[in-house]
């Protein structure tokens, strides 16, 4: 299947304009075109909210207590 008969299926398929099809991008996935292996996706971003609260000086007194290294 080539690029112009995807387009016109998707577009008969969701019941859009062609022109719409062609600027959406559809494109026929293919994974042994490329050398990167499918099943490896990056890891998902994150942020350990906890971690960069005890990062963060305390300006409460409460807060600033618990921080505080022993002496």
């Known amino acids: 299947m080539n690029q112009p008969l995807l387009n016109r299926a998707v577009a008969l398929a969701t019941g859009e304009a062609l022109s719409t099809i062609r600027r959406r991008g559809f494109s026929i996935f ?37 921080h505080r290294k022993p002496a």
């Open 30 to 66: 293919d994974p042994t075109a490329g050398d990167k292996d499918f099943d490896e996706l990056p890891r998902p971003r994150t942020v350990n909210w906890d971690h960069l609260d005890a990062s963060r000086p305390g300006y409460l007194p409460q807060r600033a207590r618990l």
